[in-house]
């Protein structure tokens, strides 16, 4: 008993030993890299961010002309005619109707013939010649007369025909150029509008990025704090398995009595159900980080830094407390917000603006009529220009404005009580931080006399002048005293966090 209680309990607390060779170091950097890497969400929200890229690009190409091909077929019932069917039986026999107007002529002109030789025959001239050169000349003006009717029916039926459209069935085809001159400043809004949501998507990414962060740290410093807790509760045990072992030999030789060991073995119960329940927590906080950083649940890990016992730095230190400084990502997409919102007022504005756009192509169609109508694929070019102005529409377009500049001063009053609630966080956790940094000068006042107090009662002890009682209490209030600065240096690291969070600068 000549030894320093306080010398052995300190040694044992500060021992350091090594991890096991199956296991995983881990530094809070790892943790946090591996969080980022394996976070299901962060991928989710990485798509997110392809999808509004991609989006973005479409709208960019609604500035440029879109060229796209046309093509039909049609059946119908009947075909279009341009000639009734009075029209088109006069066509077909009007050499048969010249021909009987004709023939009336040639009967005049055969009654006139007769005279002519009745005459020339009271002259005493022959008129079986004449008689008979007036019969050929019949004869030949019928046969011209009927030449010339089927001549012309014919003729007329090629007309009739010429004049068929036969449009029972239409082959049709174009290519058509469209290029948008002035849309009303709807395609500016658009792709305004694009912009916006890419911006938006990154910043969500953020926000996840930082609530991943955030988790891992939380799980993390749980870690240490119970890894700290075990070499607390392992040491403490040491000390008063030690301790039982002296009062059984003060027993025995009858300077204690057997109560006072009975409390020192209670005692080491105690100290042995404490270390299990931290052995416990320490497998339960394990599980939740394996599982924030995405490795199996019961991978067998070690976090760094733990031997070398706790450090705290200021790391809040210098950060603004202006909640207009802040970089929120919150903030950013309720900015995001409003401004996609009076971009959606833009393009509803638009509705009541004329729109202009040049349209060009080559069209075709079988049959066509560029020629006459002919049976095969003809076509032609052509260019033009679109124009749409908006009459009226019963206050349609007025109406969704409206609605929309509602819309937008709701984002607006949402993006201030935003403001208003972040900056009431940030002094939460300013307040916070410098409340952790009271309580962990407070407990290291605690240290310095819960140790003076264990070293006096462990000489008093060795002097015989100080019951065992008295020395479980002093090194109980040790235990107490260490464990409130474990968890002031706990506080401190998570109230840095904290306030990085609130902040927006937690990277």
Not at 219 to 244: C, G, I, M, P
Request: charged fraction near 20%.
């Amino acid at each position: 008993m000549k030894h320093s209680w306080l010398a052995l309990s300190f040694i044992i607390y500060h021992l350091s030993f090594s991890p096991a060779g199956a296991q995983t170091l881990l530094s809070l950097d790892s943790c946090r890299a591996m969080a980022l890497r394996n976070n299901k969400q962060l991928g989710v929200a990485a798509l997110k961010q392809e999808v509004a890229h991609n989006l973005k690009r479409a709208a960019r190409t609604k500035y440029l002309p879109h060229v796209s091909a046309i093509g039909t077929y049609q059946w119908t019932s009947e075909e279009l005619s341009l000639l009734n069917d009075h029209q088109k039986t006069s066509l077909s026999n009007i050499g048969t109707t010249m021909a009987g107007g004709m023939q009336g002529m040639a009967s005049g002109l055969q009654t006139q013939l007769g005279q002519l030789g009745q005459m020339l025959g009271q002259l005493g001239l022959p008129m079986e010649a004449f008689q008979q050169m007036a019969g050929q000349m019949q004869q030949q003006m019928g046969q011209t007369l009927t030449n010339t009717a089927g001549l012309l029916n014919t003729e007329g039926q090629k007309i009739v025909d010429a004049f068929r459209t036969d449009t029972r069935n239409i082959f049709a085809g174009s290519v058509v150029v469209t290029q948008p001159l002035f849309l009303g400043g709807s395609l500016l809004a658009l792709n305004k509008l694009a912009d916006i949501n890419e911006d938006m998507m990154e910043n969500s990414a953020d926000l996840r990025r930082q609530a991943v962060i955030y988790a891992t740290d939380q799980a993390f410093w749980q870690v240490v704090s119970l890894e700290h807790k075990q070499r607390l509760a392992e040491s403490y045990l040491d000390v008063v398995k030690k301790l039982d072992s002296d009062v059984q030999k003060m027993i025995v030789e009858g300077v204690a009595t057997r109560s006072e060991g009975l409390s020192v073995s209670v005692k080491v119960n105690e100290a042995e159900m404490t270390l299990q329940k931290v052995n416990d927590g320490i497998v339960l906080a394990k599980m939740l980080l394996c599982k924030e950083i995405g490795l199996p649940i019961n991978t067998e890990i070690e976090v760094a830094g733990v031997s070398e016992g706790l450090s705290v730095e200021s790391e809040a230190a210098g950060l603004p407390l202006n909640v207009s400084q802040t970089l929120r990502p919150e903030l950013r997409m309720l900015q995001n917000t409003v401004d996609m919102s009076r971009q959606a007022t833009n393009i509803l504005k638009a509705g009541n603006l004329p729109q202009v756009a040049l349209m060009g192509g080559y069209a075709v169609s079988n049959p066509n009529v560029l020629n006459g109508f002919e049976k095969k694929f003809g076509g032609f070019w052509n260019v033009g220009l679109l124009v749409r102005v908006p009459i009226w529409n019963w206050g349609d377009v007025a109406y969704k404005v409206r609605a929309s500049k509602s819309a937008t001063a709701i984002a607006s009053l949402e993006l201030e009580e935003a403001r208003d609630l972040i900056e009431l966080q940030v002094n939460q956790s300013s307040f916070k931080v410098d409340e952790a940094q009271k309580r962990l000068a407070m407990a290291q006042k605690n240290i310095e006399k819960a140790e003076e107090n264990l070293r006096v009662a462990n000489l008093g002890f060795q002097e015989g002048v100080i019951t065992p009682t008295t020395v479980m209490e002093a090194q109980t209030a040790w235990l107490q005293a260490q464990s409130q600065l474990i968890d002031a240096k706990i506080e401190v690291r998570l109230s840095h966090v904290d306030m990085q969070k609130a902040l927006g600068t937690l990277q």
